[in-house]
């Protein structure tokens, strides 16, 4: 069965720092690019990050642009997302999710999620 499994969100205060992981089993995810997505309550699922399958290439949101970095690491199986100066409005439940077609801001353009990580960041 393969599954994408994220882990490290929690509580912080505004201004500090989070390291999401997530991991891939039943399948290697090294030939896939993979992208962050995060869902604030009320509020539809919205772009983060993605890192193509060699990690050359990295694509970020606005919002978070500057503050938050993606990698991966092909060997272990992992993609991550380093979350510093993070704000109130970064408060979620973040999703890891592997790439099927098309743009990497698009939703729809992934085909395996993760069941997701709770971020909330207090003020």
């Known amino acids: 069965q393969v599954q994408l499994v994220e882990s490290g969100g929690g509580l912080v205060q505004a201004g500090g720092s989070l390291r999401l992981s997530c991991a891939a089993s039943?399948?290697?995810?090294?030939?896939?690019?993979m992208g962050w997505f995060r869902q604030a309550p009320g509020k539809e699922r919205e772009f983060v990050a993605a890192?193509?399958?060699?990690?050359?290439?990295?694509f970020y949101a606005d919002s978070v642009k500057g503050r938050f970095t993606i990698s991966r690491d092909n060997a272990k199986n992992t993609v991550s997302l380093q979350m510093n100066s993070l704000k109130p409005e970064d408060t979620a439940v973040y999703y890891c999710?592997?790439?099927?077609?098309?743009?990497?801001?698009?939703?729809?353009?992934?085909?395996?999620w993760g069941q997701g990580t709770q971020v909330t960041v207090s003020s």
């Open positions: 039943g399948r290697t995810i090294s030939n896939s690019n």
């Open positions: 999710a592997a790439h099927s077609s098309g743009s990497f801001k698009e939703r729809r353009s992934y085909g395996l």
């Open positions: 890192i193509s399958f060699s990690g050359a290439n990295t």
